[in-house]
T-cell receptor, first 114, second 115 residues
Framework: DQQVKQNSPSLSVQEGRISILNCDYTNSMFDYFLWYKKYPAEGPTFLISISSIKDKNEDGRFTVFLNKSAKHLSLHIVPSQPGDSAVYFCAASVGGTSYGKLTFGQGTILTVHP | ETGVTQTPRHLVMGMTNKKSLKCEQHLGHNAMYWYKQSAKKPLELMFVYSLEERVENNSVPSRFSPECPNSSHLFLHLHTLQPEDSALYLC??????????????FGPGTRLTVL
């Protein structure tokens, strides 16, 4: 049973427009959510995170929104740049002694066209 | 070298071979992780080490054997693997396990093919 799902395998966006990547989860015990970005031949790199006590967290061009009632989070990138083209993974962790155990989604391939 | 490094980057092995994957972190972290990413599947956590002690074994078959001789090095020993074990194996580290909010830093991965 996949607890974190990214239902869109890919997304194509024009440079300068907004990219919206979506993620759904089923485990109501998750209380911390993260987005990672991965370029080819590199490991994932941390992008932005949000705690379940918040509904929005912003860092420059990147904003993560959390809707706990819908068990949904999204990553907004605005404006999108060609260098943002990568695979984006959402991840979640449970409170308490989670020992850094992250549950990942399958990833969404973002392509930003010049 | 900086960050998290993994060797080899690519590995092809037969089902009867024994090989090892190596991970080294140069960040002074105390926690290290092995993940597996199969084609079209999410990253799956395999093992977690904190201060060289294994704290998580996520129902991984015994043909995968981790070793953490010190807080900077992590190995994954492989023996009698199956073709379905072909995947990208990623190593990660974080400052410690005291806070789940510690960012995990990933290596570039080892692309393993089992023939």
């Amino acid at each position: 049973d996949q607890q974190v799902k990214q239902n869109s395998p890919s997304l194509s966006v024009q440079e300068g427009r907004i990219s919206i990547l979506n993620c759904d989860y089923t485990n109501s015990m998750f209380d911390y959510f993260l987005w990672y970005k991965k370029y080819p031949a590199e490991g994932p790199t941390f992008l932005i995170s949000i705690s379940s006590i918040k509904d929005k967290n912003e860092d420059g061009r990147f904003t993560v929104f959390l809707n706990k009632s819908a068990k949904h989070l999204s990553l907004h990138i605005v404006p999108s740049q060609p260098g943002d083209s990568a695979v984006y993974f959402c991840a979640a962790s449970v409170g308490g002694t989670s020992y850094g155990k992250l549950t990942f989604g399958q990833g969404t391939i973002l392509t930003v066209h010049p | 070298e900086t960050g998290v490094t993994q060797t080899p980057r690519h590995l092809v092995m037969g089902m009867t071979n024994k090989k090892s994957l190596k991970c080294e972190q140069h960040l002074g972290h105390n926690a290290m992780y092995w993940y597996k990413q199969s084609a079209k599947k999410p990253l799956e956590l395999m093992f977690v080490y904190s201060l060289e002690e294994r704290v998580e074994n996520n129902s991984v078959p015994s043909r995968f054997s981790p070793e953490c001789p010190n807080s900077s090095h992590l190995f994954l020993h492989l023996h009698t693997l199956q073709p379905e074990d072909s995947a990208l194996y990623l190593c990660a580290s974080s400052q410690d396990l005291a806070s789940r909010r510690d960012t995990q830093y990933f290596g570039p991965g080892t692309r393993l093919t089992v023939l």
